[in-house]
């Protein structure tokens, strides 16, 4: 956060660097015969020409890219314009906009940014270098930057199969996905559907740990089928679904009540 002090401090010492230029310029005008202890004291370190930096040193580089946030890091300006560079300003744009926000002004001896809280969009980044003279041009990102996660959902399980069928139930069993997305699986969701009607419905859930369930509360002689998704911090992944129909059947010489 930009801090008052340090404005009113860059601020003063831009003010009296100007009148002691212009009182210094006019005094050389007219002393005449005083002109070599006007130079001598032009000369002097206190009122040396300081200009603004030139702009840090690119390419920005950009790291540790996440859904809310992302690091920037760059180099020192190649001419510090006769004063050391007291801070960098960190500002950001989205690509449709036209105004920089300023994100954060770090210390002189920084040079990286972590950019936090950002919401889902194209963002350019850029970079001024700032002195008790002025700020520099920017070092602009070369391309928009998109915040965005460095996990995925995970995978499809694989061989989805009932192992054993009653008159009302099926116990299935399926292989855990082949790519976890990068993340611990949290859950696994198994559906089912009536082969004479659309639509998907949950039949249960387990553990990211487990990869078997029982479903029950289904109608003997109805045909069903069975898919299987796996889920993580990220989200659902893409479903497995049975290839064969399930369907409940009575024991052979069971009596029915």
Known sequence: ???????????????????????L???????????QPVTHLLNHPTFLSTVPPSPPTGPLVISDVTKTS?????KAPEKDGG????????????????????VERVPGDRLTCDLLL???????VGVKAENVAGESKP????????PMSPYKKPSAPESLTATDVTETAVSLKWKPPTSDGGLPIKSY???????HW???????TTKGTVTTLDVDGLVTGQEYYFRVSAENEEGVGPETEMKELVKPTREAGENVI
């Open 83 to 102: 004063s050391p560079v007291t801070h960098y300003s960190v500002e950001k744009r989205e690509t449709w906009k036209t105004s920089w926000t300023l």
């Open 189 to 195: 969701i198994v559906e089912r559907r009536d082969k």
């Open 118 to 124: 950002l919401q889902e969009g194209q963002d350019l």
């Open 139 to 146: 070092l602009e990102s070369e391309h928009a930057i998109t």
């Open 25 to 35: 310029g006019w005094w050389q005008s007219q002393a005449g015969n005083i002109r």
């Open 198 to 204: 659309g639509s998907w419905v949950k039949a249960g």
């Open 1 to 23: 956060m930009v801090r008052f002090r340090d404005m009113l401090k860059v601020s003063l010492a831009k003010w009296v660097s100007t009148i002691a230029r212009q009182a």
């Open 70 to 74: 992302f690091k920037v890091t760059w």
